[in-house]
């Protein structure tokens, strides 16, 4: 169930329209803030992320000043947040990465990014994209349901999305994609009840019924 080029072009365009400069909800002041907090962020809520981050770079917000703290030190920041154990083990782990071998900063090569601790494909797409301006499209449950939703994709998995994604969309939306993609699926789009009646799509999408 695919969509024609002209309403997916339609779709961003007026995606665009509502929201000219999205970003994401987590709150950052650098690169490796947002990696560390996009690590957090699995299978948790942005907010949960932001109250624990927001008191963690108070004291910590650099991969030196969080090996500091030491994990049991880390962990009374993060506690808050779900699988927090596994969470600050890889952010240890990556702090010392980025240390050895990064010089203490973020790198902005996928490759560089995924072999770090904690770091999957979606992580450095988010990374790539935020914090380096990539046009990369990170694929969540949002993102996968909205995209299969709007005939954007038709794939049962998230790399299929993904690839679906960078084909079909327009090149001048592919930077702010994600975010828009991403805020329309928690906001409106939702898994259980989509608001379909006051949705700016509905008319574009084929899954309105």
């Excluded at 932001?50 to 030491?70: F, H, R, S």
């Excluded at 880390?74 to 969470?87: A, D, E, M, Q, R």
């Excluded at 949705?199 to 309105?208: F, G, V």
Aim: glycine share 6%; charged share 15%.
């Amino acid at each position: 169930m695919g969509n024609s080029s002209a309403n997916i072009h339609q779709i961003f365009a007026r995606l665009q329209a509502q929201n000219p400069h999205p970003t994401t909800e987590l709150v950052y002041h650098s690169p490796f803030e947002l990696l560390i907090a996009v690590i957090l962020s699995a299978q948790a809520t942005d907010v949960s992320v932001n109250k624990a981050t927001q008191k963690l770079y108070q004291v910590a917000n650099t991969p030196q000043a969080i090996l500091d703290l030491g994990l049991d030190g880390l962990k009374s920041y993060i506690k808050t947040i779900g699988l927090y154990n596994s969470k600050a083990a890889n952010i240890i782990k990556t702090c010392d990465m980025l240390i050895q071998q990064h010089n203490g900063e973020v790198p902005n090569q996928r490759e560089a990014l995924e072999a770090l601790a904690g770091v999957g494909r979606k992580t450095a797409n988010v990374v790539l994209n935020t914090a380096f301006g990539e046009p990369t499209i990170a694929v969540d449950t949002h993102i996968f349901r909205v995209a299969n939703r709007l005939g954007l994709a038709n794939s049962k998995t998230v790399d299929g999305v993904e690839k679906q994604l960078l084909a079909c969309v327009p090149n001048e939306y592919k930077l702010d994609a994600h975010h828009w993609l991403i805020l329309h699926g928690r906001y409106v789009c939702t898994a259980r009840k989509p608001q379909c009646a006051s949705c700016l799509l509905a008319d574009l999408c084929p899954s309105k019924h």
